[in-house]
């Protein structure tokens, strides 16, 4: 990196999720195309985490560009209140009918934290406009991540993140992580949360949880929680900012239920493939017939500068259409098939521990000999060996996890899997210790 981009980074940037005396200094990045980043010193590291879980389609993709080029000559913003535009409602049109469930109104903003904290807010003003004054409580699992404005941090398990804000938090009612083991504690605590009529809602991040380490659980599970949930009157949230798009196997996470879908339903990232800032949050026609009537005390009063932006809205539309091509979905198909096959040469692997996947999400822990955690001090160290291999990995903790884009090649996999075989072949003291 030129030493003076350092020098004016570390002077007025604030990076996030950073220790500020503690983490390493930024990596200068001078372009980045398909799955591979470039560095101010011409180093190539592959991007196997789509930069935070949104580039499905690689960088400096030349389709989206353009898209993004004749929508900003065309329109490149305007107020979303007492006004409309075709992207905004073209996108609305494509993708209700593509969710699983009936939903019938979407509601724009532009991140995950915003789409859950626009779910929350729908949620307890759906009752508070039908007169329900009681319904008041929310429950979500524990360990979940919802964002970082501050009803989403309150749905979320409590961590040392939000530990400076805990006074200002509302209390939720939790529920253990769904396993074999705790299944009938699990559901019998849903019934409890629930029977007395006083849940305004149950969000989840179905089937995988992202932040606390890609977790995962399965699909009957969460069909039947919501079942309960929904007989008792509780709203349901299915936060599929990081499932949804095809992470798991299915345009999105709730296409794996059966019986029950979810009220409302919130997604970011992967939307416009990592291009613009974007989210949407889409309800039933009950929760918005609760909005629609003469009485301006009960307007949905939320919103912001950039809802509904154009440029973000055509990008998202292109991204839909070439997401559904064929070309992309025998992409996915074949790396949740490389994945499986690398799944199982994992468990031979003595390092290797807690081997999960999920269509294109593949986690699996390193083994410390010590409880799984964000906080695990092997993090650094792995994610440091990684780059230093050319691969942008992010571990959780002591979680290794891939996340690549749907376009990342054969080649670019094997490299991955190769470096990772060998570190839980071997163990990391051995294999940092050969320079070779």
Known sequence: ?????????QQYVWHPFTPQTLAPKPLGVKAAKDCKIILEDGKEVIDAISSWWVNIHGHGNEELAETLKQQAL???????????HEPAVTLAEKLIPLLPGKFDKCFFSDNGSTSTEIALKMAIQYFWNTGDKKRKKVIAFEGA?????????????RTPFSAPFEEFLFDVNYLPFPTVENWEE????????TKNEDACCFIFEPLVQGASGMRMYKAEQLDELIGIAQSYGTLCIADEVMTGFYRTGKLFATNHLINHQPDIVCMSKALTAGILPLSLTFCTQKIYDAFLVDDM???FFHGHSFTGNPLACAVAIKSLEMLLSEKRQNQIDHIIKSHQKFAEILTTLPFAKNIRQTGTILAFDYDTEKDTSYFNSIRDELYNFFLSKGILLRPLGNTVYFHTPYTITQEELDHIYNIVHRLFKEGLSTVKADKC
């Open 297 to 299: 005390m009960k307007t």
């Open 74 to 84: 065309n329109l490149d913003h305007i107020i979303f209140a007492g006004f409309t």
């Open 186 to 193: 699990v559901k019998s605590l849903m019934v409890e949360y």
């Open 1 to 9: 990196m030129h030493k003076d981009l350092l020098q004016r980074d």
């Open 145 to 157: 991540y919802h964002g970082d404005t501050f009803g989403a941090m309150s749905m979320a398990g």
